[in-house]
């Protein structure tokens, strides 16, 4: 699956989708392939406070835990909540339907500490 | 690390691969839940070549057989199989296996992978003094395929052409040319047959069977398919520290056949706990090791769990005080310090037709 441009990626493989402060959050193509298929997402509530780098979630495939981590601070605005039924959602669409959360961005600098997608697609 | 004679064929279908009991594995192809719902609705192959296989032959074989085992050999005749045990004399559980009675005083013993070095260990040395008993490590001659699914039977009768496969019972199996044997046997609750082969032999009839539309698998989805049907797996549900009688296995020990290695002690092992099934209430995972409470009280620890994709549900079994291995006692699974409200259900989660 071709990385798309427009996201920024942490070195933990959370992807990020930068319009104007909101930043959507999801897992890498690259990460999900790893997981194999997820069978359980465990998301924050709406409103939560995070800072970047703070434990976001978890996501369980069938044969591993994985922590999900904040690639930004904020508050969490969004929640998708499609991965409660559908968890596969995050294999199948990584960058789509897959995404996880929402988060309004407090510091906007912190974008600039992301890889953008060559540079995260060099490394992994 | 060993490579079983199907290492090949796994990489050029692109599995991944990873080590386990100090073998190269497939872990998956296609991914383990598509390989789950291959099994559940047709046909699903499974390399488990790195099963360990002993034959035991001479005139003291059964004897030997039903000393060191708890099930009773006087029940196999030739083209019948039994799952069995071996413990050691404390009455804990060196290995499961399956003993395949070949011909008077003549059988193969299927081992865990895990457990073949050791077993070989305690064979020999059981079989010291005994010259009317002859044992051969025939592991590395010998490749296992399963082919598992509802239709799986099917395929295999037209595929091969050997006569009557549909009318085998469940642990039967019958023995084709070049030393095949079809064995209506598996470790996933569906129908299906196990077929020992020659080494050699075993990539051109994998080649066969995927092209009859058998969907290769992986020891992902052999985990799942094995605690979706109950089956205990060594070093989870049983190993040396537990008796049979709490590890679900009580069935395949016959007190009353005479003696054997372990009965002894058997007789005095306490049989406080009982092996269970859970099911959660809601969407979670419980996975090996968790601790299980009820009324606020430990009670025992899972053994193995998974998340059923054919149940869509998170499942388990455990260990757990015996007063508590009632069908529908809830309980709780501690899950990374999350109380999370689950079931105990009857075992096997699911079975189909066999």
Redo the contacts between chains.
């Keep these: 699956m071709p990385t798309p441009i427009d996201l920024n990626f942490s070195s933990t493989h959370e992807w990020c989708r930068i319009d104007a402060n909101i930043a959507t959050v999801g897992i890498s193509d690259h990460a999900q392939g790893e997981l194999g298929d997820v069978a359980l997402t465990l998301l924050p509530e709406v409103g939560r406070m995070l800072q970047r780098g703070d434990k976001l979630g978890e996501i369980e495939s069938i044969k591993a835990v994985s922590d999900l981590y904040a690639p930004v601070s904020g508050e969490v605005v969004a929640v998708n909540e499609a991965l409660d039924d559908a968890p596969e959602l995050v294999n199948d669409d990584p960058y789509g339907k897959g995404w996880m959360v929402k988060i309004k961005m407090t510091q906007p600098a912190d974008a600039e500490t992301l890889l953008d997608s060559a540079a995260y697609e060099a490394t992994f | 690390m060993k490579r079983t004679s199907l290492y090949e064929t796994h990489l050029a279908a692109g599995a991944t691969m990873v080590p386990f009991a100090g073998w190269e594995m497939p872990?998956?192809y296609a991914?383990?839940?598509a390989e789950v719902a291959a099994v559940r609705s047709s046909t699903g192959l499974f390399d488990v070549s790195h099963m360990g296989e002993v034959s035991v032959s001479g005139s003291g074989a059964f004897d030997f057989i039903q000393y060191l085992t708890t099930n009773d050999a006087a029940r196999l005749s030739p083209g019948k199989a039994q799952y069995s045990l071996l413990l050691n004399e404390n009455g804990g559980v060196i290995d499961d296996i399956i003993i395949y009675c070949l011909a008077s005083n003549a059988y193969l013993i299927v081992l865990n992978a895990g457990c073949k070095d050791k077993d070989w260990d305690w064979l020999q040395a059981q079989v010291q003094g005994k010259a009317n008993v002859v044992l051969e490590d025939v592991s590395k001659s010998t490749a296992l395929i399963a082919v598992q699914g509802p239709k799986a039977v099917e395929l295999i009768s037209q595929l091969t052409g050997q006569e009557n496969l549909s009318e085998l019972k469940r642990f039967q199996f019958s023995r084709g040319q070049c030393g095949l044997i079809y064995s209506r046997t598996g470790y996933t609750g569906d129908d299906g047959f196990e077929i020992f082969c020659e080494s050699a032999d075993a990539p051109s009839l994998w080649q066969k069977l995927t092209d009859a539309g058998g969907v290769p698998a992986g020891l992902?989805a052999r985990d799942?398919l094995r605690l979706e049907a109950g089956y205990p797996l060594y070093g989870h549900e049983l190993d040396a520290e537990a008796s049979p009688f709490e590890s679900g296995v009580g069935w395949a020990v016959k007190m009353n056949k005479g003696n054997f290695i372990g009965r002894a002690a058997l007789l005095d092992l306490p049989k406080n706990r009982s092996l269970v099934g859970l099911q959660m209430d809601e969407?979670?995972?419980p996975?090996e090791h968790y601790p299980i409470s009820a009324n606020g009280e430990l009670i025992g620890h899972t053994t193995s769990g998974?998340?059923s994709?054919t149940l869509r549900a998170g499942i388990a079994m455990a260990r757990v005080d015996a007063e508590f291995a009632v069908l529908g006692t809830p309980i709780s699974v501690d899950i990374?310090g999350r109380a999370c409200p689950a079931k105990v259900v009857a075992l096997p989660f699911y079975r189909n037709g066999v």
Excluded: H, L, M, N
Aim: glycine residues 14%.
């Design positions: 872990v998956s991914g383990t839940v992902g799942v969407r979670a995972i996975r998974t998340w994709p990374r």
